[in-house]
T-cell receptor, first 113, second 116 residues
Framework: DQQVKQNSPSLSVQEGRISILNCDYTNSMFDYFLWYKKYPAEGPTFLIS?????DKNEDGRFTVFLNKSAKHLSLHIVPSQPGDSAVYFC????????????FGAGTRLTVKP | DAMVIQNPRYQVTQFGKPVTLSCSQTLNHNVMYWYQQKSSQAPKLLFHYYDKDFNNEADTPDNFQSRRPNTSFCFLDIRSPGLGDAAMYLC???????????????FGPGTRLTVL
């Protein structure tokens, strides 16, 4: 039961432009949404999160937008840098069961110089 | 640096031969997780420990077992590996923050298991 979906396996963007990574979910009970970033040969690392009571959270070049009615969230990276090239995982969890985190399959972002 | 360590990074085993993967952490986190990730798929939670309390996911096969002898270490035992168990196995830790914030998970680099 894939409750979190990332439908684009890959994305290529020119350096300096905006990268938009998308994520859809099916369970309206999710309370938190997170993005993780994974470099080759390393484990995923936490990037940014958003609570379901908000629609936007910004941290430097990274902004996450949440559209609850559409069950959709997106991660915007602007400006994109070659060092942002990685696999990005979308994840979702519940307030009452924080240990139950569901991941998407990931989107591989390539930022070209 | 505080971190999550997984050994070995690559493990080759034979069909049906038991194998153990290990994870250690210096973060002193209460919760430790094991995920299985197959190629181009989402990491799938197998089970987690909250301190000494073991929590198994309903669809985790009985072939997979886990041990947590102390706060720092957690092991994944695969009793009789099949070809379908070849995957990346990720260990993660977290410290509960309460209901107002998500528990950020800290991941190790993973162990890639090959079954011959």
């Amino acid at each position: 039961d894939q409750q979190v979906k990332q439908n684009s396996p890959s994305l290529s963007v020119q350096e300096g432009r905006i990268s938009i990574l998308n994520c859809d979910y099916t369970n309206s009970m999710f309370d938190y949404f997170l993005w993780y970033k994974k470099y080759p040969a390393e484990g995923p690392t936490f990037l940014i999160s958003i609570s379901s009571i908000k629609d936007k959270n910004e941290d430097g070049r990274f902004t996450v937008f949440l559209n609850k009615s559409a069950k959709h969230l997106s991660l915007h990276i602007v400006p994109s840098q070659p060092g942002d090239s990685a696999v990005y995982f979308c994840a979702a969890s519940f307030r009452d069961n924080n240990n139950d985190m569901r991941f998407g399959a990931g989107t591989r972002l390539t930022v070209k110089p | 640096d505080a971190m999550v360590i997984q050994n070995p990074r690559y493990q080759v085993t034979q069909f049906g031969k038991p194998v153990t993967l290990s994870c250690s952490q210096t973060l002193n986190h209460n919760v430790m997780y094991w995920y299985q990730q197959k190629s181009s798929q989402a990491p799938k939670l197998l089970f987690h420990y909250y301190d000494k309390d073991f929590n198994n996911e309903a669809d985790t096969p009985d072939n997979f077992q886990s041990r947590r002898p102390n706060t720092s270490f957690c092991f994944l035992d695969i009793r009789s590996p099949g070809l379908g168990d070849a995957a990346m196995y990720l260990c993660a830790t977290s410290r509960p923050r309460g209901a107002l914030s998500p528990d950020t998970q800290y991941f190790g680099p993973g162990t890639r298991l090959t079954v011959l």
